[in-house]
């Protein structure tokens, strides 16, 4: 049996399933804590959108390549 954390990572966008390139670390200050990081996983075609979405409602704190994440990030 596949451990699923071997497989790659795929893009957090609505009904897509290509490989993740973006890790897109946000968080909403009125529930989290400043140092709290949640992460959406992109591919290249929807980081922008990703990151506007997030953008707009001022939750995007920074956008990362994904080998860049840390354990911590979630």
Known sequence: MTDP???APLCSAKGC??????G???NN?????PE???VWLACDEHREQLS???GMRGFL???VPVD???PTDG
């Open 5 to 7: 954390r071997d497989e």
């Open 17 to 22: 399933r290509a490989d993740a390139r973006w």
């Open 24 to 26: 897109i670390r946000w």
């Open 29 to 33: 200050p009125k529930i989290h804590t």
């Open 36 to 38: 709290r990081r949640k």
């Open 52 to 54: 506007q979405f997030l």
């Open 61 to 63: 704190r920074d956008v």
């Open 68 to 70: 860049e994440l840390e």
